[in-house]
């Protein structure tokens, strides 16, 4: 099969005016709104030296903080807004997706035009600005009819590097739930799916590259003075925001709104989820590649409608439990706690995907290791490898006090590649997913933890606070509970993580519900 | 000359910057009487530039009292009044961004003239100072050479029909053919129109070539005024200096242009 008759590629192109549109919707508002901040902002500071110099050295201190965690950042702190403001003003709003991602790529839009506006605006000659007073002008009609046209064109090139830099960093904005050229990027980091992480990556550069050649164009022509090369950029302009944004703008919005984490598994399940209520006559979109600390706030205040969490990740991520509990006493508690904040626990699935070490098969065997217990004594000759959260959470924590574990050597792993390196022998153990198809491909075995240290981690459905009396939905998901077990999910996972055009979650959500729904 | 009240004057003048530290125009009195060509002639560091800009409010005076058209300035909107009185910058000050006849028309604009209006008067201007319309209307200033950048210069001074014209150093960057030409056109356009004009220079040939009455400043203050005639009888040696240059060029070019050889 050559590389562009890939199913993929045509499946990434159905998402591209939907990507795309919002894409350029976030980006284009985003920049709207730094330039009606820097603009003036630059304008009023310019015969200032004290202001300058705090809007500059403010706007980079922004600047170095990566984009990521500007965007991560923004979206707790709209949330603390939007409750004060419903308990003061007696509204709130939605601190998900467009908002948080606006205002952070608006504040990361402000150092170039902040800049460029101050610099160009110093840099008129000071002689030209006294012939503006000498002829009558006031200090306003200097200002617009000589200052700012002569600065224009640093102010554009300024105007252009925000651009450019805003379309980039547009791509961060998917985990805090803003759809954008992003979803390809990291849905297909998580799926393994390299067409979707291309294609992404080239929507976005041929994106920037043509919104960076217009502003050129629009750039050049004020610098010479010729109207057409500045018009032409200007219509440039609307004519790529008409073709992005006309389809997103005609798109009916969809009633049900299904999320998923960052991880192979959420997608295959979100499509799963979304085919279900697609079939039950129900109209769904799926809102992928959430960060898990968003995911669940969204669904708390009715962003999202429904996705799949894990009982032991919400029990001490969301509820900072530290104690562990037994399976059904975890998810009794645990469903009493959810209702509190108006989330309804409609069930489990019917796996586990808990964190669990695993080694090889053949290496355990010839070790006699079979329980964590049994991995104590050898620990101290042997490495092990996490993710990037696991050697902080709770859970790591609470097996060595009570395994007395204490490894050589520990590091950590992009998940992918955890069970690559630990099969390759590069590290003895990890701490993987026990759900993970992997763990069958490379011929791994999880340590029985005898001491039950690891809470139990159930896939759960959790429906958002108005969906808790929906019975349509009820009905449409009543079918998924229980009904799968560990080896399917396995194997879905698996097959998710193939890397060809079956492995796509629709695909294989599809043969998943082959697989269990008779 | 005390019979025309003067258009123009300076009572005890003074303006310092820095905080006192620089003494830029020192109890200075002058007068200018309408229809006057007056130079004010010195070097740099005089004053002479600050003394100009005192009378259009681009600079208020610390102590003493600026008169213009009989009005006490300080009670003048200071945008108004420089709207009424034509200026011309050292090299043009034309603004780049704009055509000859944007910049020629920029004062009516200001004042709301009509469009029209300010478009038949930016002809009659250019054929003023001698500029082909056809030719230079829409040019950009870049486009044009020193002398024709001071020729819009002078035509974008007097676009609104103003009484009085100050010229800050007009012609010192040109060279002097140039020079020579545009002066001479623009004094018969000051006798033409009726101007006040107050001239800034550092060449004391140029001003006694062009001016009815020369002021010299040094170090902020007036060290003399008065007719070419009436400053030769001045014994002040800094005055006498700057009048001996002249004086030797024209003996000197007495004995090598003889009367009657080839220009």
């Given at each position: 099969?050559?590389?562009?008759?890939?199913?993929?590629?045509?499946?990434?192109?159905?998402?591209?005016?939907?990507?795309?549109?919002?894409?350029?919707?976030?980006?284009?508002?985003?920049?709207?709104?730094?330039?009606?901040?820097?603009?003036?902002?630059?304008?009023?500071?310019?015969?200032?030296?004290?202001?300058?110099?705090?809007?500059?050295?403010?706007?980079?201190?922004?600047?170095?903080?990566?984009?990521?965690?500007?965007?991560?950042?923004?979206?707790?702190?709209?949330?603390?807004?939007?409750?004060?403001?419903?308990?003061?003003?007696?509204?709130?709003?939605?601190?998900?997706?467009?908002?948080?991602?606006?205002?952070?790529?608006?504040?990361?839009?402000?150092?170039?035009?902040?800049?460029?506006?101050?610099?160009?605006?110093?840099?008129?000659?000071?002689?030209?600005?006294?012939?503006?007073?000498?002829?009558?002008?006031?200090?306003?009609?200097?200002?617009?009819?000589?200052?700012?046209?002569?600065?224009?064109?640093?102010?554009?090139a300024g105007i252009r590097t925000a651009a450019v830099w805003v379309i980039g960093t547009a791509t961060l904005s998917t985990p805090i739930g803003q759809t954008s050229l992003g979803n390809y990027i990291f849905a297909g980091l998580q799926t393994q799916n390299w067409v979707f992480v291309l294609f992404g990556c080239l929507a976005a550069a041929v994106l920037t590259l043509a919104v960076d050649q217009l502003l050129t164009l629009i750039e050049t022509g004020i610098g010479q003075r010729s109207r057409l090369r500045a018009a032409f950029g200007g219509l440039g302009i609307v004519a790529l925001l008409a073709a992005t944004l006309a389809p997103s703008v005609a798109r009916s919005p969809s009633s049900y709104v299904v999320g998923a984490k960052t991880f192979a598994e959420q997608y295959v399940l979100s499509a799963l989820i979304a085919q279900r209520l697609r079939e039950a006559g129900l109209s769904a979109t799926t809102r992928e590649g959430l960060g898990s600390n968003v995911i669940f706030e969204a669904l708390a205040s009715d962003d999202i409608d429904v996705y799949v969490d894990y009982s032991g990740t919400l029990w001490a991520n969301q509820f900072h439990r530290t104690d562990t509990k037994l399976r059904e006493e975890l998810l009794r508690e645990l469903k009493a706690m959810l209702a509190q904040q108006k989330v309804t626990l409609l069930g489990e699935l019917g796996f586990e995907n808990s964190y669990a070490l695993v080694m090889p098969r053949k290496r355990a065997e010839a070790l006699g290791i079979r329980s964590i217990a049994d991995l104590g004594p050898h620990a101290p000759t042997l490495s092990m490898a996490a993710d990037y959260e696991f050697l902080s959470r709770p859970e790591w924590a609470g097996l060595r006090t009570a395994y007395g574990l204490s490894f050589r050597a520990q590091r950590q792993m992009q998940p992918d590649f955890m069970y690559a390196a630990v099969a390759s022998g590069e590290v003895d153990v990890i701490a993987g997913y026990t759900s993970d198809g992997l763990i069958a491909k490379y011929d791994l075995v999880v340590l029985e933890d005898t001491k039950h240290a690891i809470p139990p981690y159930d896939a759960i459905l959790l429906l958002a606070p108005k969906r808790a009396s929906d019975t349509a939905l009820r009905d449409a998901l009543q079918p998924l509970l229980g009904k799968i077990g560990l080896a399917p999910m396995r194997e879905a996972n698996l097959r998710a993580a193939g890397g060809d055009g079956a492995s796509s979650p629709p695909a294989v959500a599809r043969w998943l519900w082959d697989k269990i729904g008779k | 000359m005390s019979a025309a009240p003067p258009l123009i004057a300076f009572t005890h003048v003074g303006k310092s910057f820095d905080g006192g530290r620089v003494r830029a125009v020192d109890d200075v009195t002058l007068e200018v009487v309408a229809g006057e060509f007056l130079a004010i002639v010195g070097g740099s560091g005089s004053g002479k530039t600050t003394l100009l800009r005192l009378a259009n409010r681009l600079i208020d005076a610390d102590v003493g009292e600026i008169r213009i058209e009989g009005q006490d300035v300080r009670a003048i909107d200071p945008v108004s009044l420089r709207r009424r009185i034509g200026y011309v910058f050292q090299s043009g000050g034309l603004f780049p961004h704009i055509s000859v006849a944007a910049n020629i028309g920029i004062t009516p604009k200001l004042l709301q003239t009509p469009a029209s209006e300010t478009s038949a008067r930016v002809d009659e201007l250019l054929d003023l100072v001698r500029l082909d319309r056809a030719q230079y209307r829409d040019r950009f200033p870049h486009e044009l050479s020193g002398g024709q950048r001071q020729r819009v210069g002078v035509a974008r001074a007097l676009a609104a029909k103003p009484r009085i014209v100050l010229m800050d150093e007009p012609f010192g960057a040109l060279d002097p053919l140039t020079r020579d030409a545009l002066g001479d056109d623009y004094r018969s356009l000051h006798n033409k129109l009726g101007l006040t004009t107050v001239m800034i220079t550092h060449d004391m040939t140029e001003a006694i070539l062009l001016a009815d009455r020369v002021a010299v400043m040094r170090a902020g203050r007036l060290l003399a005024q008065g007719t070419p005639k009436q400053l030769s009888n001045t014994h002040d040696a800094y005055v006498g200096e700057l009048l001996g240059t002249p004086r030797r060029q024209a003996e000197r070019l007495n004995v090598l242009l003889p009367r009657g050889g080839p220009a």
């Open positions: 099969m050559s590389l562009f008759s890939d199913p993929r590629w045509s499946e990434a192109l159905a998402h591209l005016p939907d990507y795309l549109g919002n894409h350029v919707r976030v980006s284009v508002t985003a920049l709207v709104l730094g330039l009606l901040v820097s603009l003036p902002l630059a304008i009023a500071a310019r015969n200032h030296a004290m202001m300058r110099g705090a809007l500059l050295g403010i706007a980079s201190v922004v600047q170095t903080v990566p984009g990521l965690a500007l965007l991560a950042l923004f979206y707790p702190l709209l949330l603390a807004i939007a409750s004060v403001s419903l308990a003061w003003f007696g509204f709130g709003f939605s601190a998900f997706g467009f908002l948080p991602a606006v205002l952070a790529l608006a504040l990361y839009s402000m150092l170039p035009v902040l800049r460029n506006t101050i610099t160009g605006l110093q840099g008129v000659d000071a002689s030209i600005v006294e012939a503006a007073q000498g002829v009558g002008m006031t200090p306003r009609q200097s200002l617009f009819m000589v200052e700012l046209p002569l600065a224009l064109p640093v102010i554009m | -």
